[in-house]
Every structure is written in structure tokens, then in C-alpha cells.
């Protein structure tokens, strides 16, 4: 069975990621990284520390749904130890992106911005949409729970990177995230990405393509955390087989 460590186990995910790895047959549980006091109960032969060195000792995995300092943490880690990894954090800087390239070099290591089969279909989808109608303008609405803390969220960003790869475009470009005041008409080329946040809302990814006289709108809403912590169990237990490389979770999936 490969041995699970997970980092971010006191965060919002650590409870579902805790809970599906001690079900699952075909791994073990085998360390937590944590930051403060874990307030869920594990078998007394699971490594808690507070060391990432430690953790990547004891594992053949970690899956890591943290915060980007942890990540990159994990990664300069990694690299003297190396792992595979599961990485489901979002809110990267331009250098700890680069840290998970540099990792990919060393190890395999899986990175996604939603874990979820949903969304992993959704991005072919919206790349073949924006791809064929060329004439349709591109909007996209996330919506979070009040406790998120970063926006717009890591999914509608790469829904946008799959909406501007489909239209010969770089978002960074044309990406616009809010709209205030006399703006002028909206522009061919400009995709919108906004967030809303309040509740408990789980996550909703809506894109739009809009067009005088009709719309389509592709909606994926997730009404349990479990998706998140259940689809990145799936690509733990497929990346432990895998060559160092950087992988998606649509790599995992097959599509």
C-alpha cells in the first residue's frame, strides 16, 4: 500500500483528506504536517509534526491542500528528499510556480487548481467552446465560500487559461476582474473572470459565452468538500506509478 502524507491537515480540507485516505484500502495514512493543535482523531502509528523533512521521510506521497508558503516549503523540501506530490493550494507566486517545475524535474508531481472529474472535463469543454465560437464574448463567475482568501479563485483562473488557449490568447493580457465607472464598451478580445463570496458555497464556476440573441452557460457547482479530497486521493494513488514530470489531474484521468 503507498504510505499518504498530507499537508494542510488542520485546514479546511485536512478533515476529508484525513477521513477518505483511512478508507481507502489501497493506501495508508502514514504522516500529517501540521502548523496548530489537530482536532481530529488518527491512529496513535501516524507521524504529527510540524516538520515537512519529516513527513516526505516517511512517504511515498504527500497531497498537499495548504497555503503557498507551506507548498513552498514542501517543494524546497521535496528537492533534497524527493516525492510525489499532489499539490491542490492556489494563489502561487511567479517563483513558487517555478518551485513546482523545478520539482517536476526531480519527482512526480501532480498539480491542479480543483481536484474534481467535473471541472477537469469542464476545461476541455470551455477550450473546444471559446475555440468554435469565435463571435461569442467570454464571462466568468466564481462563487466561494466567505472564508476564501484569495480571488478570483484558482479554478476560474485556469478556466480562463483554457478559454484564452482556445481563442489564440494570453489572459494575462485581456483578463479584466472588475468593472467600475464610465469603462466604455467592453472589448472583442476580454475576458472577464469575477468572484463572489458569502456562506458556506462550496464552489460554483460559471462560463458564459454571450452573443446577440443567444447565450450557452457551462456551469459546475460542488456541493461537498469531499470531491476536492476524493479526486486528489485518485491522483495519489495514480502519481505513485508515475516518472518525474508535472502532471494534471486530467493526465490522472485520461482526458
Known amino acids: 500500500m503507498a504510505k499518504v502524507g498530507i499537508v494542510g491537515s488542520t485546514g479546511r480540507m485536512g478533515e476529508h483528506l484525513i477521513k477518505n485516505v483511512l478508507e481507502n484500502e489501497a493506501l495508508t495514512l502514514s504522516a500529517l504536517h501540521v502548523f496548530d493543535e489537530l482536532k481530529v482523531d488518527v491512529p496513535s ?3 504529527v509534526t510540524n516538520s515537512m523533512k519529516a513527513v516526505l521521510e516517511v512517504c511515498d506521497v504527500v497531497i498537499d491542500f495548504s497555503a503557498p508558503v507551506a507548498t513552498q516549503e514542501l517543494c524546497e523540501e521535496a528537492l533534497k528528499n524527493p516525492t510525489a506530490l499532489v499539490i491542490a493550494t ?3 507566486t511567479a517563483h513558487q510556480q517555478n518551485l513546482l517545475t ?6 512526480p508531481v501532480l498539480y491542479s487548481s480543483n481536484m474534481s472529474a467535473g471541472i477537469a472535463l469542464l476545461k476541455q469543454l470551455v477550450e473546444k467552446v471559446a475555440a468554435t465560437l469565435t463571435d461569442f464574448d467570454i464571462e466568468i463567475v466564481e462563487q466561494h465560500h466567505r ?7 484558482g479554478t476560474a483562473l485556469t478556466l480562463g487559461e483554457f ?5 489564440g490568447l494570453d489572459l494575462d493580457a485581456v483578463r479584466v476582474s472588475g468593472r467600475d465607472g464610465q469603462i466604455g464598451a467592453r472589448t472583442k478580445d ?5 468572484a463572489l463570496r458569502g456562506g458556506d458555497i462550496v464552489g460554483r464556476h460559471t462560463v458564459g459565452f454571450y452573443n446577440d440573441g443567444e447565450f450557452i452557460e457551462l456551469n459546475h ?8 479530497s476524493k479526486g486528489a486521493i ?3 494513488t495514480w502519481l505513485v506509478d508515475q516518472e518525474s514530470g508535472l502532471y494534471s489531474i486530467n493526465d490522472c484521468l485520461g482526458i
Do not use: C, N
Open 45 to 47: 502509528d501516524v507521524l
Open 90 to 92: 492556489t494563489g502561487f
Open 102 to 107: 523545478e520539482a517536476s524535474k526531480e519527482m
Open 147 to 153: 472564508h476564501k482568501v484569495d480571488a478570483p479563485s
Open 163 to 167: 478559454a484564452a488557449k482556445g481563442r
Open 190 to 194: 476580454e475576458i472577464a473572470v469575477m
Open 221 to 228: 457547482t460542488a456541493t461537498s468538500r469531499e470531491t476536492f
Open 234 to 236: 485518485r491522483a495519489a
